[in-house]
């Protein structure tokens, strides 16, 4: 790569009032995230620096909060990441774009044509009324992102909705939202998905996933689908759950519990397990990059994790500060499932209790009855005149 | 009074210890299995952890040498009898058992007066001593998919990915303690209800005299002849 391209770079960095060590720092924590040595970090820094003339990447909006665009674009304080991601020659990106209407939409056209950008996808694709649950420039959602997916090189669909509807398809779902590779696969698109959950996303995932897949050829080589689990997640960020790295998972194993908030074991920052915690269940490793420019993350800042992370994540992990989810009874509506337990529990202990009524009444708890000389079958067989 | 004879022959020596130590360990099982649910108390759930963790092995074994057992071990062959035959023969439906579900259902429920012809068990009996089987390989299954040594095994993951996650995994786990829970109920009251010799001979070994019955289920002696 040339000289130049450097200077542009920490040129375009040095405005935003980021050092070169800092983006050093911050390349070597994507090598971190990768799985890769400090010794692939100029590597990582050159490819990130020649990355605006690699691929052009283009971000759709589908049904969402614009929450993961919120995570990402940190709009009051650029960060790294954001400097990275606009270095990616962000074509075309509903929410942030300074174009507008026609505009904006043929700019987005003009990737589209050439086959090989990156895709980033956020928000559920809502398939509801024939797609009209979301329109954008005169076509349906669904249809923007067919398009968008066809030539596209690779998808990365950020958040919980792009993976799998997210909270937009939480019961009772009326906008039909699922995720982008189960949508894809329904109609029979393959190009290769590669999923970011959580509630929003983490910048710094998205970024690693760029730096793979854009930058490191990993895409190309084929590599990167070999990192991804069944559910195409990449197993080096969703392979661990939250509870097995959680700096608290001491005060779980010494059973010290926060029984509700506002009282002593919170201040103490004990574990949050009895408030909710879906943490033992939410394979994530927000312990380790954690949030906001790695300042804190949900456990450490006092709040149970709500499991945005897991698949269908609302319906699996609401009432949020419950330890269990709630179950949605045919006209009994939510209940929980030890409600369910005692109810049954408590039905059969009053049976047994009228049984053994009804066997002291009928004299059988000294023995029981007499017992009957031969089976019923037998007797009527004799009746009938079988013989035995 | 018709209480059948209760002889050692009904429950080897080893059967015995099998169901003291299916019934130590499904104890400790729930008990450490509800505080990991919910710990009610403080300071308990390494211990709870570990508890757990250790009697789902005892369990587990103890199964495979029931089992295994039930082939080599010879048992009664029905009530009130010191006639024995290998223990699976007793287990499986037996000729004393054909036709009477019913009239064991209708027993149960007061439809019926006199006390239907059993064979080693009667019929619900058998069909839900023989449940408790599928039961524990369930709460294995379950239990092992929400532990994390053995979670990302694909046996246990493709589970857990087909009831929809671990969350689900968890209640189902938790709803099979219940069925073990209502299942020790009423196995403890019917086998107890009319009278404490069975838990005498399955806990302590103890011999209790009664009715005798011979291959067709005629009673040919004990007490009073009934």
Redesign the interface.
């Known amino acids: 790569m040339a000289h130049e391209d450097h200077d542009v770079i920490y040129d375009l960095l040095a405005a935003r009032g980021v050092s070169r060590r800092d983006f050093l720092k911050y390349c070597g924590s994507i090598a971190a995230l990768l799985g890769l040595s400090e010794s692939f970090v100029p590597q990582i820094a050159a490819a990130v620096a020649a990355g605006a003339k690699l691929k052009p990447a283009v971000w759709l909006n589908g049904g969402a909060c614009t929450g993961c665009t919120e995570s990402i674009a940190q709009v009051d304080s650029p960060d790294v990441a954001t400097i990275v991601l606009d270095l990616l020659s962000l074509d075309y990106i509903e929410t942030l774009s300074m174009a507008q209407g026609e505009d904006a939409l043929a700019a987005a056209e003009a990737v589209f044509e050439e086959p090989g950008y990156i895709l980033i996808y956020e928000g559920s694709v809502m398939q509801g009324f024939d797609g009209n649950t979301l329109r954008i420039g005169g076509s349906t959602g669904i249809e923007e992102l067919e398009h968008a997916a066809q030539n596209a090189a690779a998808i990365v669909a950020v958040g919980s909705c792009a993976v799998d509807g997210g909270f937009v398809r939480a019961n009772p779902n009326p906008a039909d939202a699922t995720g982008v590779k189960p949508y894809l696969e329904k109609v029979g698109i393959t190009t290769p998905v590669v999923n970011l959950p959580t509630c929003p996303v983490n910048p710094e995932w998205v970024v690693a996933i760029v730096v793979d897949v854009l930058l490191l050829g990993s895409l190309e080589s084929g590599a990167i689908l070999d990192k991804l689990d069944d559910w195409g997640r990449p197993k080096f960020i969703f392979g661990q759950t939250i509870h097995d790295n959680c700096p608290r998972r001491g005060h779980f194993e010494n059973g010290h519990f926060v029984n509700e908030f506002g009282t002593e074991e919170e201040a103490l920052g004990y574990c949050l397990y009895k408030v909710g915690c879906k943490g033992p269940q939410t394979y994530t490793n927000c312990p380790i990059v954690r949030w906001n420019r790695r300042a804190s993350w949900c456990v450490e800042s006092g709040a149970p994790c709500i499991g945005c992370g897991s698949l269908n994540w609302v319906d699996v992990g609401a009432p949020f500060l419950n330890r269990h989810r709630d179950l949605p009874l045919p006209s009994v509506g939510n209940t929980q499932p030890g409600v369910v337990a005692g109810v049954v529990a408590g039905a059969t202990a009053l049976g047994l209790g009228l049984h053994a009524l009804g066997m002291k009444a009928s004299g059988r708890m000294d023995g029981g009855a007499p017992y009957e000389d031969m089976k019923n079958y037998d007797r009527k067989r004799m009746k009938k005149g079988g013989g035995n | ?3 059948p004879a209760h002889y050692r022959e009904a429950h080897p020596l080893i059967f015995v210890f099998t169901h003291w130590i299916n019934l130590i360990a499904i104890v400790a099982l729930a008990f450490s299995g509800f505080y990991i ?3 009610f ?6 211990v ?2 570990g508890m757990h963790f250790f009697f789902m092995y005892v369990l587990l074994i103890n199964l495979a040498v029931r089992i295994v057992a039930t082939f080599f071990v010879k048992s009664a062959t029905r009530l009130g009898t010191r006639e024995v035959d290998t223990d699976i023969k007793n287990w499986l439906p037996q000729k004393l058992n ?3 579900f ?2 064991w259902l209708k ?2 429920l ?1 439809l019926k ?5 059993g064979a080693k068990y009667g019929v619900l009996q058998k069909i839900s001593y023989l449940f408790t089987i599928p039961l524990t390989l369930a709460a294995a299954y379950t239990g092992f998919s ?1 532990y ?1 040594p053995f979670m ?1 095994a694909s046996f246990f ?1 493709a589970g857990t ?1 087909w009831v ?5 995994m ?2 189902i786990h ?2 099979i303690m ?1 069925a073990f ?2 299942f020790t ?2 196995h403890a ?1 019917l086998a107890n ?3 404490i010799a069975p838990s005498r001979l399955i806990f302590a070994w103890k011999e209790e005299e ?2 005798q019955f011979d291959a067709e ?3 040919v002696g004990g007490a009073g002849h ?1």
Do not use: C, T
């Open positions: 009074m018709s209480h649910h919910y710990p108390f403080g300071g308990f759930m390494g709870a952890r054909r036709h009477q019913i009239p027993y149960y007061f007066k006199d006390h239907p012809i929400i994390a990302d993951a990915d929809g996650g671990p969350m689900n968890r209640i938790y709803y219940w829970i209502l109920a009423i009251y209800v009319e009278g009664g009715v289920g005629k009673i009934y």
